[in-house]
């Protein structure tokens, strides 16, 4: 069983930017499908930035061109970048991975979570 920490979180102003980390021990992330989901309050889970085995990415439409996902397999880690923040952007981050699949799905019932990092924007 993978155990995901995430890291990074904060309250900034809109326009600002974050980056957010996420460390896994128990498993290797290599092979394996990872990315970013959220959650706002009152608000499903939603997947934000995903990572296939092989480096391909895929954003949601509302953070495409300002936030960057990135993975290091040979450190066990993952990465989100966010810039140009909005208000909008405001939840619960999780980091996640799905260790069945190479190829990523948008369904949230294929991942494994972490505990989550709350990013706080507000001016």
């Known amino acids: 069983q993978v155990h995901l920490v995430e890291s990074g979180g904060g309250s900034v102003q809109p326009g600002q930017s974050l980056n957010l980390n996420c460390t896994a021990s128990?498993?290797?992330?290599?092979?394996?499908?990872v990315g970013w989901f959220r959650q706002a309050t009152g608000t499903q889970r939603e997947a934000v930035a995903l990572?296939?085995?092989?480096?391909?990415?895929a954003y949601a439409d509302d953070v495409k061109g300002r936030f960057s996902i990135r993975r290091d397999d040979s450190a066990n880690k993952l990465y989100l970048r966010m810039n140009g923040l909005k208000t909008e952007d405001a939840a619960m981050y999780y980091c996640?991975?799905?260790?069945?699949?190479?190829?990523?799905?948008?369904?949230?019932?294929?991942?494994?979570w972490g505990q989550g990092t709350q990013v706080t924007v507000s001016s």
């Open positions: 996640a991975a799905d260790l069945r699949h190479r190829n990523c799905y948008w369904d949230a019932k294929n991942y494994n």
């Open positions: 128990g498993h290797f992330l290599r092979g394996w499908c």
């Open positions: 990572i296939d085995a092989i480096g391909q990415t």
